[in-house]
């Protein structure tokens, strides 16, 4: 492994300025981020292979005043996030935070708990288990609610309960409406893309310290345990709706593409308490995360966010979500739900105002400056988002991705584009020694820029490869946003020591056995290669017992439909099995021979299909063509 280099001087200049300009005087957030501690975290969470899946004693140098190489407010945020443990939030709700990228909520009822979101692994889902049985005593779970369908809230379910104890209707689900599509589509369908950029987004690969990973302004990173699903028995359709579990009122308010396309937050009225899901958190969150997304709706999101202050505002004394810390009293929590509504708003209304006038997605992200009473506001501050990308991700939104000018409508590919722009700037040695002295003079961004068509121009150009990676960690080194730092210091890391994949997988089997039929033949389509299909044609049935349904699937042209009307005529191959073992397909069952799939007809079709088909590349170039 390469060495990191230290802080430039106009990287130090920086930090010392943010120092002087920004309320670190305000320390409200520490006294609520500690508050409630019931026990700390005292061991790594193991897979039980012994694997090390989690281990947040790995940021104890998130401590004292920032050093050089991190932003100092960034460094504010890892420091507050890191802190982990079991928490009282009020008196029969827990939390245990710090375990992994979220958190898990635990609600206790008559008898037993209710456990709102269940983080992201089975494995660190089970140890937060046993964190709170050990002090709460070993209660039994009545119900699991997830908030949203982003993996970090489901995927560690089976580390609370079984398929079995959902099956015997001892545990409900309860989960909004829209979940169980929207959690697997984003999983599958683009999940070997998102999962590559997620590991740039979340620092997987980078060592933990000063000039690493020091946590993604969110949650610190990625737990690399195992993912599962358990679907829900109970779907959420309505704001209002009200549930008794255990003796607990459960209340929901939907909101619906906001943070994640199905999302719901629900308020506990017994206990005064909101849980805001992902709606309300200590930064700005993302309108477009870098690791690819649909762009979301911050028009909608301060909608919601006006309709919680005006359902549960006149009562509500304490605010908690599925990342970060509480917070306490009614006028603050006001304040607080208040100041993210104005935040999405102001950022919504202004992106458009200046569309409207004509300037670009980057023109705009270069002028909107937040008002100041939300920008002295920490939980406005872009530790996850950022005001940046995500004007850029409203603009993209109204406008897609073509800003009106044509010299942008047909442009070279970035390989093509490198190879012209290094030969016009004088050839790669000239434009590396121009670029070296814009780096010593601080202009980071403009380096990053040349230099990057030297790379991709000449791959193998060492003095560009070497000074782009320079330049991507000062760019780190300098982010206030924590998923910036990582992809710049991720980027160095790749330009000097090579590529390291996706750490974390999470199109795991529960996910996969979870797809419907459709959703199933859609993911076997987006991996035909389209040209070696072109003069290939075949039909297969696929006969489903338990629900006395049959598809005919059709390849043509390059592109595999499916119908589920009546078809005429026979198709190639018939396959007949059930909704369940359907799935297997997806795990190599083409091939002939999956278990629970009887085939009928010409095998062979199924292998000229397989042979058809081109999976993802979980490795694939980033900083490099």
Same mark, same amino acid.
């Given at each position: ?80 996030? +890191? ?45 937060? *288990? ?39 209707? +001892? ?25 590559? #950029? ?97 762009? #979301? ?133 000239a434009v590396v020694s121009k670029a070296q002295a814009s780096f010593d003079a601080g ?112 390849? +043509? ?29 997806? +795990? ?23 042979? *058809? ?13």
């Amino acid at each position: 492994m390469s060495t990191p280099k230290p802080a430039t001087h106009a990287i130090v200049q920086q930090q010392a300025g943010l120092l002087a300009s920004l309320p670190f005087s305000d320390t409200r957030d520490f006294d609520d981020v500690s508050r409630g501690l019931v026990a700390t975290i005292d061991e790594p969470v193991l897979a039980a292979d012994g694997t090390v899946v989690w281990d947040n004693s790995t940021y104890a140098f998130v401590e004292g005043d920032a050093p050089d190489t991190v932003n100092p407010s960034l460094w504010r945020q890892s420091q507050l996030v +890191a802190t982990g443990g079991l928490f009282e939030v009020v008196p029969g709700i827990y939390q245990v935070r710090g375990m992994d990228l979220s958190n898990t909520t635990l609600v206790e009822g008559d008898e037993g708990i209710i456990v709102i979101d269940t983080l992201l692994s089975q494995e660190t889902g089970a140890a937060a *288990l046993a964190l709170y049985r050990k002090h709460r005593g070993d209660r039994p779970v009545k119900a699991v609610v997830y908030t949203h369908s982003h993996v970090d809230h489901f995927g560690g379910v089976k580390g609370f309960v079984s398929q079995e104890d959902v099956d015997s209707g +001892a545990v409900k689900v309860f989960a909004p409406e829209g979940f169980t599509e929207h959690a697997i589509s984003e999983n599958v369908y683009a999940g070997t893309a998102m999962g590559r #950029r997620a590991g740039y987004m979340y620092g997987a690969a980078l060592s933990r310290g000063p000039e690493g990973g020091v946590g993604a302004g969110l949650g610190q990173t990625t737990s690399t345990g195992t993912v599962t699903l358990i679907e829900p028995t109970d779907i959420i359709t309505t704001t209002g709706h009200e549930v008794v579990v255990d003796g607990v009122r459960l209340m929901f308010q939907m909101a619906p593409d906001t943070e994640a396309p199905a999302e719901l937050l629900v308020y506990l009225p017994d206990f005064k308490a909101l849980c805001t899901a992902e709606d309300a958190t200590h930064t700005f969150h993302n309108l477009l995360t870098l690791r690819g997304a649909v762009v #979301r709706d911050p028009h909608g999101w301060s909608r919601y966010l006006t309709e919680s202050i005006d359902l549960f505002g006149d009562e509500v004394e304490v605010v908690f979500a599925s990342h970060h810390w509480p917070m306490w009293g009614n006028e603050r929590v006001v304040e607080f739900l208040s100041l993210q509504r104005d935040l999405y708003a102001y950022v919504h209304d202004q992106t458009l105002r200046l569309l409207n006038k004509g300037l670009t997605g980057p023109e705009i992200a270069e002028k909107i400056v937040l008002p100041p009473v939300l920008e002295n506001a920490w939980s406005s501050h872009g530790y996850y988002g950022s005001l940046n990308h995500n004007i850029k991700a409203i603009y993209q939104r109204y406008l897609g991705w073509f800003d009106g000018n044509p010299a942008h409508l047909w442009e070279h590919v970035p390989v093509e584009k490198a190879k012209r722009y290094v030969e016009f700037m004088g050839g790669a040695d000239a434009v590396v020694s121009k670029a070296q002295a814009s780096f010593d003079a601080g202009d980071f961004r403009w380096v990053a820029e040349v230099v990057n068509h030297v790379v991709f121009a000449e791959p193998d150009h060492q003095g560009g490869r070497t000074l782009l990676a320079d330049t991507y960690e000062q760019l780190g080194y300098g982010a206030e946003n924590g998923t910036w730092r990582d992809f710049f210091l991720s980027g160095a890391m790749e330009l000097r020591d090579g590529q390291f994949g996706t750490p974390t997988v999470t199109n795991a089997p529960d996910v996969f056995a979870a797809l419907t039929p459709e959703m199933l033949f859609d993911a076997i389509a987006i991996q035909i290669n389209g040209p070696k299909a072109w003069d290939e044609k075949l039909s297969l049935d696929v006969v489903l017992t338990d629900i006395d349904t049959r598809y005919r699937l059709t390849l +043509a042209n390059g592109v595999l439909t499916y119908s589920a009307a009546p078809q005429r005529g026979d198709a190639d191959v018939t396959l007949t099995t059930t909704r369940r073992q359907l799935p297997a397909l997806a +795990a190599g069952g083409l091939g002939g021979g999956a278990a629970g799939i009887q085939v009928d007809g010409d095998a062979s079709v199924l292998s000229r299909l397989a042979g *058809l088909l081109d999976p993802g590349d979980d490795n694939f170039a980033i900083v490099t063509p």
